[in-house]
């Protein structure tokens, strides 16, 4: 699901959806008194009601039927304010920057795990089209092989249509022996319509024999033509193999001498909402972010010019939430870090959402 195409149902809607969880209008207004939900209107004065909304609902009435009343509820669907959410004790304080617009990494000590078999773009899409050659080069050799079949079934349908014809005609040549000495008009027609059903089974042998002679003509056309094929693929992917392994050299070589303290200092981020992998709980994820931070320690999980940063946050105004958010960046010649912000929000030990950011950072100057 990409964020921002977002759908919005009407009251009728959503009870049609919470029928079968036994939630009915009644039910519906009383949760958003008591718990001081805010459902958005639109210009006729008619509640807009997202997705969110209903998986919510659903969700209260999973706590209410776990024994939760409806007060622990309000807590618990509560997400506080970003600027409460501080490290946990157990993790390494960062120093600030600035009192109140620096926020700070903290790398969490893990088992160093080296991000192995990274190449770059270029190699990807080179891989990409050696995959593409060789799933054209398949395609052509069952498309072969199902021509092969079809001619065998020619050949054997042949071979029965023969024997049907001998068989015929030995029972004309038993019935013709019956009526030398029996005049029986009833067996003369059953003869005549045994001739005519071998007529058209000579008809029917006549354009089988045309159809094998087409399909023989194909397939040798075909047979050619995926020898001529096969062989520009096998040329184009050796091409591509010995590209790809110059490629694969120059990276690494160029990785080898990067210095992961590059990753350390002050940065400011700016990141956009690329996906919600899933959301549980309703809640009201940040479509895009600008902070400024610092990485005061070198990553311990990196691999040439990339690393992956974890942090996990608490909330001071509510014990029960926690956050963890995991930036895997590279390190760019101008001195940027571009990749991927992976946003978890965790709520009495349990994942209840995961969200996907885009993100550059820009290293902050300081005078």
């Not at 009644?26 to 210009?43: A, C, D, F, H, Y």
């Not at 096969?230 to 694969?248: A, G």
């Amino acid at each position: 699901m990409i964020w921002g195409a977002k759908r919005l149902f009407t009251l009728e809607t959503v009870l049609d959806r919470l029928e079968q969880f036994d939630i009915d209008q009644k039910t519906l207004e009383s949760w958003q008194q008591e718990l001081g939900l805010m459902i958005p209107v639109n210009r006729e004065g008619q509640k807009q009601y997202s997705p969110h909304h209903v998986n919510l609902f659903k969700n209260i009435r999973k706590h209410l039927a776990l024994g939760r009343t409806l007060a622990e509820i309000r807590d618990l669907i509560q997400l506080p304010a970003e600027q409460s959410s501080r490290p946990q004790a157990s993790l390494k304080p960062v120093t600030r920057v600035s009192e109140s617009s620096v926020k700070t990494y903290a790398t969490v000590p893990k088992a160093s795990t080296l991000l192995k078999g990274q190449v770059s773009s270029a190699s990807n899409s080179m891989l990409g089209m050696i995959e593409t050659l060789n799933t054209e080069k398949e395609q052509l050799h069952r498309k072969l092989m199902e021509t092969e079949k079809l001619n065998s079934h020619l050949y054997n349908a042949n071979n029965l249509f023969h024997k049907k014809v001998k068989t015929l005609t030995d029972t004309v040549d038993a019935l013709r022996e019956e009526l030398k000495e029996n005049k029986n008009f009833q067996l003369l027609d059953e003869k005549a319509q045994l001739q005519k059903q071998l007529i058209a089974s000579e008809k029917m042998r006549q354009e089988a024999q045309k159809d094998i002679a087409s399909l023989s003509i194909g397939l040798e056309k075909s047979k050619e033509n995926y020898h001529e094929m096969e062989m520009i693929l096998d040329c184009r992917i050796r091409e591509l193999q010995q590209t790809l392994e110059k490629s694969s050299q120059i990276t690494l070589e160029a990785t080898s001498k990067f210095n992961v303290r590059r990753f350390c200092g002050d940065w400011e981020e700016e990141s956009k909402l690329l996906d919600v992998e899933y959301d549980n709980f309703g809640i009201n994820i940040e479509p895009s972010r600008q902070r400024v931070f610092r990485v005061s320690e070198v990553p311990v999980q990196s691999f040439g010019n990339t690393a992956v940063i974890t942090t996990r946050y608490e909330y001071e105004t509510n014990a029960l939430w926690k956050r963890i958010e995991t930036l895997i960046v590279s390190c760019m010649p101008n001195d940027q870090l571009n990749g991927q912000l992976i946003m978890e929000y965790v709520i009495d030990g349990v994942p209840v959402a995961k969200a996907i950011y885009g993100v550059v950072c820009k290293r902050v100057l300081n005078d």
